[in-house]
């Protein structure tokens, strides 16, 4: 199965990136931005064909490497 | 006394580190990534660098090497170990210290002296020093120390927080805080305060023709703290 993933910054971490990606998009004429976070996107395919258990082991894999839970959140966006 | 430094693929900051060690009376040892056990160490240093090329977060990917699993036991049954840089980096994804480093706020690759203030002298690394103020040299594009609430609450009850950015003479105002780093820390320790994390390279300051001798005097004192 492939398992989609996305982690992204929790709300109260900064992101400098995010931030200058909002500037330069102000300056090419895109007025209307409140804010930018940036995140990461993860796709994994699994040597798994039940999506319940694919799911699981994606994420095991978040919590013990791919995210870190003192500044990220993931959530597993889709199974197929 | 015996100490250790690992090598990981990407690390750059090794040999200096252990031309430092050995420097100051240390038999040092080189130690790969990939190899299970350590070696009868009183030290054991991650140094700096740019393990596994930064990828996915500084210091994800070698948190996980082989030879951490006895690093980490090591560091639980008491042992030194000291992470600079991205050995700090290592430290805090291995969860030997709390917390993370972000990205500098202004993103900007740093590399220059600072001075850094030391916060706590009760443990093996500062104690016995008769100098508050230290002029070291950083290097990190990843040094913006960065934690919980919860967290911080307990590294401040625990008296954690082990060098502070500061002036010259020693002031921790937030205009000496070169990275955006947390309340200016630019190192911690561990609960036991056997597991020192910082980003300011005591490694770089041994020589008093090439930079400056700030360096010496920390490794001249650790060692005699455990001899």
Known sequence: ?80 | MKSAVITFPGSNCDRDMHVALNKFGFKNKMVWHNDNELPKSDLVVLPGGFSYGDYLRCGSMASKSKIMQSVINFAKSGGLVMGICNGFQILVESGLVPGILLRNKYLEFICKNVFVKINNKDNPYFKNLDKEVFELHIAHNEGNYFCTNDQLKEIVDNNQVAIYYCSDNGKTEEKFNPNGSLKNIAGIFNKEKNVLGMMPHPERMIDKSLSGEDGSLFFKNLLNNIK
């Open chain 1, 1 to 80: 199965m492939k398992v989609s993933a996305i982690i992204t910054l929790k709300k109260d971490v900064l992101d400098p990136q995010g931030k200058v990606i909002h500037q330069t998009l102000d300056g090419m004429g895109f007025k209307d931005v409140n804010e930018v976070r940036q995140g990461k996107y993860f796709e994994i395919d699994v040597k798994e064909n039940d999506p319940q258990k694919a799911q699981k082991i994606v994420e095991e894999m978040c919590n013990k490497l791919l995210a870190n839970l003192v500044i990220e959140n993931y959530k597993i966006i889709e199974i197929q």
